[in-house]
DNA sequence: CCATATACCTGGCAGC
DNA sequence: TGCTGCCAGGTATATG
């Protein structure tokens, strides 16, 4: 489900809400992909600080230490006041004094990680080998350049390992090359300057507009208060193979990419 | 170091 | 209706 933007969407949905309580208790279900690295009892009374982003995953700040949250494929996650019965797919209940988060990942490719702080080793060997954030100063465009230089695998392959940029997935990477104009194919080293431009723009634009857009709700994607997104709903490329592209009515191709779908309009993407 | 394949897990859907 | 196979928003880890 969550991408960069689904996972901020999440984050400004319960961060002021949650930010300045006190833990009560914890509550873990099935496991997910990682142990939580500490005895969840070991948590209660620890104060909630805030809660900001990294890439896809989310850093919930306490007062000793930070919770790393990450929502794999089906994960979300729901802020109440109260909550109604835990569902077979909820496997983690923060009961704070301001509300509950509860976790919801049927596929449990999500995870949720205690570490002493944000360079310490469990969080490092999470954190550590991230590219930069798209929507900050720090995405900048000849050090992008640069870095695409270095790559010799497809560019839509070098978007989604995240080791360059953070947080674009299989839905925006496939909508910044439609909206670059570039053949997810092309091999990232031979990009041109001005294409890499364009592509720079694209990646900040995109991620934006699904940020201010809810995000996107493909199957169950709520925010942590329940709201729907509607980016999907102007997806150019993404999940419409066989329709016609909205710039030249030629149909959209899908392709299999590092067992991946990709999709692209083969007259608009060269 | 780089590029690619694999594994993790459940649910929904198309096709028979 | 029920079965089977395939597909799904991610990413650490193994392998070449």
Same mark, same amino acid.
Request: proline share 6%; glycine share 10%.
């Given at each position: 489900?969550?991408?960069?933007?689904?996972?901020?969407?999440?984050?400004?949905?319960?961060?002021?809400?949650?930010? %300045?309580? =006190?833990?009560?208790?914890?509550?873990?279900?099935?496991?997910?992909?990682?142990?939580?690295?500490?005895?969840?009892?070991?948590?209660?009374?620890?104060?909630?600080? !805030?809660?900001?982003?990294?890439?896809?995953?989310?850093?919930? $700040?306490? $007062?000793?230490?930070?919770?790393?949250?990450?929502?794999?494929?089906?994960?979300?996650?729901?802020?109440?006041?109260?909550? %109604?019965?835990?569902?077979?797919?909820?496997?983690? $209940?923060?009961?704070?004094?301001?509300?509950?988060?509860?976790?919801?990942?049927? =596929?449990?490719?999500?995870?949720?990680?205690?570490?002493?702080?944000?360079?310490?080793?469990?969080?490092?060997?999470?954190? !550590?080998?991230?590219?930069?954030?798209?929507?900050?100063?720090?995405?900048?465009?000849?050090?992008?350049?640069?870095?695409?230089? =270095?790559?010799?695998?497809?560019?839509?392959?070098?978007?989604? &390992?995240?080791?360059?940029?953070?947080?674009?997935?299989?839905? *925006?990477?496939?909508?910044?090359?439609?909206?670059?104009?570039?053949?997810?194919?092309?091999?990232?080293?031979?990009?041109?300057?001005?294409?890499?431009?364009?592509?720079?723009?694209?990646?900040? $634009?995109?991620?934006?507009?699904?940020? &201010?857009?809810?995000?996107?709700?493909?199957?169950?994607?709520?925010?942590?208060?329940?709201?729907? %997104?509607?980016?999907?709903?102007?997806?150019?490329? *993404?999940?419409?193979? %066989?329709?016609?592209?909205?710039?030249?009515?030629?149909?959209?191709?899908?392709?299999?990419?590092?067992?991946?779908?990709?999709?692209?309009?083969?007259?608009?993407?060269?």
């Amino acid at each position: 489900m969550p991408e960069l933007p689904e996972v901020e969407v999440t984050r400004q949905s319960f961060a002021d809400r949650i930010a %300045g309580a =006190r833990v009560l208790a914890l509550r873990m279900g099935k496991p997910l992909r990682w142990p939580l690295g500490l005895q969840p009892e070991a948590l209660v009374g620890r104060f909630v600080w !805030g809660v900001r982003r990294r890439g896809k995953y989310l850093l919930i $700040d306490l $007062d000793e230490g930070v919770l790393l949250v990450h929502l794999g494929m089906s994960g979300s996650l729901n802020f109440a006041l109260t909550q %109604g019965q835990r569902g077979p797919h909820d496997h983690m $209940d923060l009961e704070t004094t301001q509300g509950v988060l509860r976790l919801h990942d049927p =596929r449990r490719f999500g995870a949720v990680v205690w570490a002493p702080s944000e360079q310490s080793p469990p969080a490092q060997k999470l954190l !550590g080998h991230l590219g930069v954030e798209p929507l900050g100063d720090a995405f900048e465009l000849s050090a992008f350049q640069a870095e695409l230089k =270095r790559k010799n695998a497809p560019i839509k392959q070098v978007l989604l &390992a995240g080791q360059v940029v953070v947080g674009v997935g299989n839905i *925006y990477a496939s909508e910044a090359l439609f909206l670059s104009g570039i053949r997810p194919t092309v091999k990232a080293a031979q990009l041109s300057k001005p294409r890499i431009t364009k592509l720079h723009t694209a990646i900040r $634009d995109v991620l934006a507009r699904a940020v &201010a857009k809810g995000g996107s709700s493909l199957r169950d994607f709520v925010s942590a208060e329940g709201k729907n %997104g509607y980016f999907q709903l102007e997806a150019s490329v *993404y999940g419409r193979t %066989g329709q016609p592209c909205r710039n030249c009515a030629t149909p959209i191709k899908q392709i299999m990419q590092g067992q991946r779908s990709t999709f692209f309009c083969p007259v608009c993407q060269k």
